[in-house]
């Protein structure tokens, strides 16, 4: 599908708070409507889509976290993304955001 579906309210404030490779990753993840796997992500393939260098790649992804977008999982690498940030107060488990959805990749 060509199509995304993403919440307007957490699409106007990403672009807010987010540096443009930040951006860039946001709308990537929050773009996808199916679980990523170890072959549609990682910084070769975000390049490819994207045009981000790995180092804006790793800066924006060390950014998604620190700002609530991405949370570490158990396996090294992998995330869960939500549209709208966790604080890190909240347990991660029981949020669940208004209108987003949660992907695990």
């Known amino acids: 599908n060509i199509y995304a579906r993403i919440n307007k309210e957490a699409l106007f404030a990403a672009r807010r708070e987010l540096t443009d490779g930040e951006f860039s990753l946001w709308i ?3 773009s996808q409507s199916e ?3 170890d072959y549609d992500f990682g910084p070769t393939i975000i390049e490819k889509e994207l045009g981000i260098k790995r ?3 790793t800066s924006a992804i060390d950014g998604l976290v620190k700002k609530g977008y991405l949370v570490p999982v158990e396996r090294k690498g992998y995330y869960d993304f939500y549209e ?5 107060d909240d347990d991660k488990y029981n949020y669940i955001a208004p209108d987003g959805e949660k992907f695990s990749f």
């Open 28 to 30: 990537f993840f929050a």
């Open 35 to 37: 679980k990523l796997t």
């Open 84 to 88: 709208i940030p966790i604080d890190s």
């Open 55 to 57: 180092a804006k790649y």
